[in-house]
């Protein structure tokens, strides 16, 4: 029996932190409930909100004989990263999945996912993530090269099953043994509720594995499809520039950690290939008439030049302050405590990442979190 039909299958973790996004979650359940390779297990990490971890205990309490779906309370720090770590040490799978509290995966999702871990030498696996406009539409003036932005694939990654640097966390999966080679996802860098809109998390971590793992091999399959929710806030200019001004910050972070060689190794050939081809279709298609074309080649050159001067000031004020995030090994649960408990860097993540949270009140405050 092989890997993906035995009892250590797969083993899915569902961040949450809001009861604003209620229908959203029992929905991204749903999508796992119904996978054509069911999951072994279905876990509900709930971060430090007691209200909303009462009332998901209450929704899963009735067990179903094929699929388990369990909740629990972040056992870490407040944020994404933590949760994720939380998840992980709780997880009896083999290979553990990350899907987005705001997110549907499609029915082959898991299946995907499985057939690449055939190879042994494949220690982690992401998918194409999709977006769900709430308006029903893309906004004329938003590049495909940005959807990032939001969370989704990016117009600039090859089709197919190919090789990566890191996958996207909201869309991913990794062996167990990922985490016990490279330890768990830093604590200091990725998603914080509503407070600020930073990632990078999934990038450092993917960095660290293939350092620990030099043999380790990662991807993404373009088949293994989620819908990830753009709610109205997302769809605005002001969201667009406040989050790749937090991206940038976050790109000084990890360059920081691992190094710029390592840590920018894909940005370099995202800006130097992909954008500039980007602002040549968009003022293509505005000679041509058609309509956006301008707004799109001015909201790559705008989200170059916000990113860039994010990076440069988060650059800065690393080498002046340091850089404060922690990660270490996942213990099992039951064998210690979750989350990440080895550090690196000095100082305060704040020093470098405080204008990320007084810049962008109108944008993140107003939309109730920026995951």
């Known amino acids: 029996m092989n890997d993906r039909t035995s009892p250590y299958g797969f083993s899915v973790v569902i961040c949450v932190y809001t009861e604003d996004r209620w229908e959203d979650i029992l929905a991204a359940v749903d999508s796992v409930r119904k996978q054509s390779l069911p999951a072994l297990e279905t876990l509900l990490v709930v971060d430090h909100n007691e209200r909303l971890l009462t009332r998901l205990t209450e929704e899963y309490a009735e067990p179903r004989p094929t699929e388990e779906v369990r909740v629990l309370a972040n056992a870490g720090p407040r944020g994404l990263s933590a949760g994720r770590n939380t998840g992980i040490a709780a997880a009896r799978g083999e290979f553990v999945a990350f899907l987005d509290d705001d997110a549907v995966a499609e029915r082959d999702w898991l299946h995907h996912f499985a057939t690449a871990y055939d190879d042994p030498r494949v220690m982690a696996v992401g998918g194409r993530t999709l977006p769900a406009w709430a308006s029903g539409h893309r906004p004329a003036w938003f590049p495909e090269e940005f959807d990032w932005v939001v969370g989704c694939t990016y117009r600039g990654l090859p089709p197919g099953r190919v090789r990566v640097r890191n996958v996207l966390g909201g869309n991913a999966s990794f062996r167990r043994t990922a985490f016990d080679a490279a330890g768990g996802f830093a604590t200091g860098i990725g998603r914080d509720g509503d407070r600020r809109p930073l990632g990078g998390e999934e990038t450092e971590l993917c960095i660290r594995l293939s350092k620990a793992v030099p043999e380790a091999v990662l991807l993404i399959d ?150």
Do not use: C, N
């Not at 997302?234 to 667009?240: D, H, Q, T, V």
């Not at 001004?245 to 990890?254: D, R, T």
């Not at 290939?273 to 602002?279: D, F």
């Not at 000095?346 to 009140?361: F, M, Q």
């Open 222 to 371: 373009d088949r293994a499809v989620i819908h990830h929710k753009v709610p109205p806030v997302r769809e605005r200019f002001a969201y667009f520039r406040t989050r790749v001004y937090a991206e940038g910050l976050s790109k000084a972070l990890v360059a920081r950690s691992v190094g710029a060689q390592k840590g920018l190794e894909s940005e370099r050939r995202y800006t130097t290939r992909a954008l500039p081809a980007g602002v040549l279709r968009g003022m293509r298609d505005a000679l041509r008439g058609r309509s956006g074309g301008a707004g799109r080649a001015g909201a790559i050159v705008t989200g170059v030049t916000v990113a860039a001067g994010g990076y440069a000031l988060g650059t800065l004020r690393a080498r002046r302050h340091g850089t404060t995030f922690s990660w270490g090994p996942i213990d099992r649960a039951g064998d210690g405590t979750a989350g990440a408990t080895g550090t690196t860097g000095t100082a305060l993540t704040r020093a470098l990442v405080g204008d990320a949270e007084a810049r962008p009140a109108d944008a993140v405050a107003s939309e109730g979190g920026a995951r």
